[in-house]
């Protein structure tokens, strides 16, 4: 089955409208601007993600260049013309080599120390930390200084947390925008349910529903992984939604625009609106930010596809790839032309953008 969306006419409109105020009327396009080696962009994947690291001229010579969760949008922002790495994630400790699983991967650059791989079914806080070694590593063996960080899933939640520590310790490297790709702002509504802060009903009955919850239920039961419990909106906004994890990052985005990415393929005529509609795994809510103040998130713009979470949910739901975040084309498209606009938009853009 062969399906290609492409954005509502209000997200075109926005893209269009922010090339041509970054670029004094000239013809929109998504092309970056001058490129230095200074600068770069980071992709970041998310929670059980395996993802090697690799540089904007070294990716795996054998399998996915840089992984699933990855490659599609390495590829597309190498083809715009971003230096692009990737940061490394590893299912439990350790480093990552290569891969034999679902988008295997192997022949890969030189794997990077522990220290510097998120361990990608560990607390975010912990990922934060070895994210942010990366970045700084990125600092001084690169010379890179500034960054795009462009995260999926959990990797958002990562990628924020690396933001604070890299303020607190007024790393030499500044970020200049996040972009994030069905991340869990407030949780995923598969958490929620699975730890009971959700009735079992939200999922009405559907059979990927209950399948993706009994999933997150097993992994939670093992006590091997601390992440699922962390995905919940009860850890992320906090029973009175607002002395939560969300809470305690401060303002650790000022001054960095966020795009939001949100699929919303999966949905329930008269579903509970904390679950539906869905990914597949995050709520549309949740995706969006809808309740995260603007303390916490000041400068948002936000996107809605017909998409579900990863190429995980394609192969399962029997979906082309292109009907996942990470790989749908004009997602990719919609990525590079952010990465293009936001930077000289940012001051004068409302806030919520598009956002509910």
């Not at 396009?29 to 970041?44: I, L, Y």
Request: aromatic content about 6%; some cysteine; hydrophobic content about 35%.
């Amino acid at each position: 089955m062969k399906s290609r969306f492409r954005f509502t006419a209000a997200a075109i409109s926005l893209v269009v409208a922010l090339t041509v105020a970054g670029c004094g009327g000239s013809t929109p396009s998504s092309t970056p601007p001058p490129s230095s080696s200074s600068h770069a962009v980071v992709v970041v994947s998310g929670f059980a993600a395996q993802s090697p690291f690799t540089t904007p001229t070294q990716g795996c010579g054998k399998g996915q260049a840089a992984g699933i969760s990855d490659t599609g949008l390495r590829d597309s922002l190498l083809k715009s013309g971003y230096p692009v790495y990737t940061s490394p994630a590893q299912v439990g400790p350790g480093q990552i080599t290569d891969y034999a699983g679902f988008g295997p991967f192997s022949e890969c650059p030189p794997a990077l120390p522990e220290s510097m791989t998120v361990n990608a079914l560990q607390p975010i806080d912990a990922g934060g930390q070895r994210l942010s070694n990366f970045i700084n590593y990125l600092n001084s063996q690169y010379h890179v200084s500034s960054v795009d960080i462009v995260a999926h899933s959990m990797g958002g939640l990562f990628s924020r947390s690396a933001i604070k520590v890299l303020k607190d310790t007024s790393s030499p490297v500044a970020v200049t925008s996040l972009t994030t790709l069905g991340t869990p702002w407030e949780g995923s509504f598969a958490a929620d349910i699975a730890t009971g802060g959700l009735p079992a009903s939200s999922c009405g009955g559907q059979t990927a529903c209950k399948n993706v919850v009994k999933t997150v239920k097993d992994i939670t039961k093992s006590g091997k992984v601390a992440a699922p419990e962390q995905l919940t909106k009860q850890f992320l906004d906090g029973t009175d939604g607002k002395s939560g994890w969300n809470a305690a990052q401060g303002n650790a985005l000022e001054g960095i625009p966020v795009t939001l990415f949100a699929g919303n393929l999966l949905t329930l005529n008269g579903g509970n609106p904390n679950a539906w509609p869905n990914d597949g795994l995050i709520q549309l809510t949740s995706a969006l930010a809808t309740g995260v103040s603007n303390t916490v998130l000041p400068q948002r713009t936000c996107f809605t596809r017909p998409d579900v979470h990863s190429a995980f949910f394609t192969d399962a739901l029997k979906l082309n790839i292109d009907q996942a975040l990470t790989w749908d084309p004009d997602v990719l498209q919609g990525v590079s032309a952010a990465l293009a606009t936001t930077a000289n938009t940012a001051s004068t853009q409302p806030n919520r953008f598009g956002c509910p």
